[in-house]
């Protein structure tokens, strides 16, 4: 059995749903069906999870949401119009989505992630209504009733153990298809929370290890996960097969076609993951399996970079002397909920690397003279324009003079190196650079590796 997930791009219109459902009744195997909410149909188009945030902030400020109900409804219209489904069919939709406002939530983030949450919902619903009318066996399964509990905040919520216990206790036939919106969980107050943005890709991992799939096949809109990023890099190598472990170094970069976060489940369940094309599903596309007894084809497997970082830099003689003095920066940042990347260190000093959109200016200020009056360093320096260059590889672990080779690339290039770091793994090399060098550094490596 395999689980199938389908993208906002895959499901944006009737067009779009029937390349889906092509792909899903073309290989027996593809019982269980994950949807995202409708995509944009053309570049200036509006998703429909876009649509629904705008819902729930009229409902917030007390404005009439009318015509944004109405927007959202004719996306869904539109799609039942090129089956053809009779009108009432709809009701249902209609009914759930007009009735959100009037349901109790907690707070506004409650609100917010179950407004959020109904792209998915009803996309899957009106999935399985389409497959009944085309005649295929097909039950529409909301997550409530297959037991996906999650705990954690209402917008970036966590799947707990419980969820696979109750997967593997759900009952299905072999000849019906299962329709599953992807996104969200139930708390254990009974309440909707999301993943975050992007999660149906977790929602299909979830399910794939919880009723055991032989494979989990990630729709999207593109051929394959590439060595680097299009455009970045011209035409650059699509890759066949990767690691799990390759795949969540790349995706911490900046590796956008994956969900990261979906690999854990995968990874618990051994699952192999395939994402694929929908728009041209007889390609391959590229296999995510596990490490074990995998043979890599190239030294590198991918290379990027994330321009999200920012640095914060201390310099104080005998600092190597100090006993705590890591701690105590650490508990500077703890006491605002600010988590580090990364802490490379020398005797004498101490880079903090920070994701820059998880900290606003104001939090540096405190931050910044907080530990000037803990610590009181010679030198404190915040480094704003910050990037990380990720250079993945399973090939890497048995190759002598690779870091010799991406430092020689970037040297050709006049590229300062501002921090290098291998993990102990010896798959992933990080290079840090000023930001406005990071694409010129991809296609630098890219080419040292990929066109050399």
């Known amino acids: 059995m395999k689980v199938v997930k389908f993208g906002g791009s895959s499901l944006a219109n009737g067009e779009a749903f029937q390349n889906a459902i092509n792909i899903i009744t073309s290989d027996p195997q593809r019982r269980v069906i994950v949807t995202s909410a409708p995509g944009k149909r053309f570049s200036e188009d509006i998703k429909v999870t876009d649509l629904l945030i705008k819902y729930a902030n009229a409902v917030i400020n007390d404005q009439d949401p009318s015509k944004i109900v109405e927007q959202i409804l004719n996306r869904y219209r539109d799609i039942a119009d090129y089956f053809d489904l009779p009108a009432d069919n709809l ?6 989505l007009e009735d959100l406002p009037r349901q109790i939530y907690p707070n506004d983030s409650y609100l917010l992630a179950a407004f959020k949450a109904h792209g998915e919902r009803l996309n899957a619903q009106l999935m399985a209504i389409i497959l009944q009318h085309l005649g295929y066996e097909a039950r529409f399964v909301t997550p409530s009733e297959a037991g996906i509990t999650v705990t954690g905040t209402p917008n970036n919520a966590s799947v707990i153990p419980e969820t696979y216990a109750n997967l593997s206790q759900f009952a299905f036939n072999d000849s019906e298809l299962l329709v599953f919106p992807g996104f969200y969980g139930i708390t254990l107050a009974g309440h909707i929370a999301t993943f975050s943005r992007g999660g149906s890709d ?3 991992a979830i399910l794939a290890c919880g009723l055991h799939a032989s494979t989990y096949e990630n729709f999207t809109d593109v051929d394959a996960i590439y060595a680097a990023n299009p455009q970045i890099v011209d035409n650059p190598q699509p890759i066949t097969k990767m690691t799990y472990r390759e795949m969540r170094e790349l995706s911490y970069a900046g590796f956008s076609v994956f ?7 995968a990874i618990q369940g051994n699952i192999p993951i395939n994402v694929r094309n929908t728009n041209d599903p007889d390609k391959p596309g590229t296999m995510i399996v596990p490490d074990k007894d995998f043979q890599p084809s190239d030294i590198v497997t991918g290379v990027v970079s994330g321009k999200h970082f920012a640095a914060l830099y201390l310099h104080k003689y005998l600092l190597n002397k100090q006993a705590g003095f890591t701690l105590r920066i650490l508990q500077i940042l703890a006491k605002h909920n600010i988590s580090y990347e990364h802490m490379p260190s020398g005797i004498d000093d101490i880079t903090i690397i920070l994701d820059r959109n998880a900290i606003n200016d104001q939090l540096i200020d405190t931050i910044c003279n907080e530990i000037q009056e803990e610590i009181n360093p010679d030198r404190l320096e915040w480094i704003d324009n910050y990037a990380i260059t990720m250079v993945v590889g399973e090939g890497m672990r048995d190759r002598t003079g690779v870091i010799s080779d991406i430092l020689v690339s970037l040297a050709e290039k006049r590229i300062s190196v501002t921090m290098i770091n291998q993990g102990s793994s010896q798959i992933a090399i ?3 650079t000023d930001d406005n060098d990071a694409d010129e550094a991809v296609r630098a ?7 050399n």
């Open 202 to 204: 977790i929602t299909g």
């Open 259 to 265: 969900h990261d976060e979906a690999l854990i489940p």
């Open 91 to 96: 009701t249902p939709l209609k009914d759930r």
């Open 430 to 432: 990080m290079i840090g």
């Open 445 to 451: 490596i890219y080419h040292r590796f990929f066109v």
